[in-house]
């Protein structure tokens, strides 16, 4: 079972910067979409940020002209460039592969924390 591992989370100060970085432990190749997801303390996990096998990318309101998110699906790879970074961006980021008619793959997630 291929298993996806986020790593770059931690604390940072508001206004800086952090990248994230997600890899498959295997290879998948029916992966056709990679994302970022997040989950703050209380809420709901919401979208952060999509990239398709095709370059499409999509963003939540909020991170918009801040966050940036790259990779390859073919290779299983997603990163998440994270500038201007708020307080209200703390939370846990998880890494997600799309798969057509079989289940989502999550990784377990990477803590990123940001003090005012």
């Known amino acids: 079972q291929v298993q996806l591992v986020e790593s770059g989370g931690g604390l940072v100060q508001a206004g800086g910067s952090l990248r994230l970085s997600c890899a498959a432990s295997?290879?998948?190749?029916?992966?056709?979409?990679m994302a970022w997801y997040r989950q703050a303390p209380g809420k709901q996990r919401e979208l952060v940020a999509r990239?398709?096998?095709?370059?499409?990318?999509i963003y939540v309101d909020s991170v918009k002209g801040r966050f940036t998110i790259s990779g390859d699906t073919t290779q299983n790879t997603v990163n998440l460039q994270m500038n201007s970074l708020k307080p209200e961006d703390t939370a846990v980021y998880f890494c997600?592969?799309?798969?057509?008619?079989?289940?989502?793959?999550w990784g377990k997630g990477t803590l990123v924390t940001v003090s005012s």
């Open positions: 990239l398709t096998n095709t370059g499409f990318t």
């Open positions: 295997g290879r998948d190749f029916s992966i056709y979409a």
């Open positions: 997600n592969g799309e798969r057509p008619g079989r289940a989502n793959l």
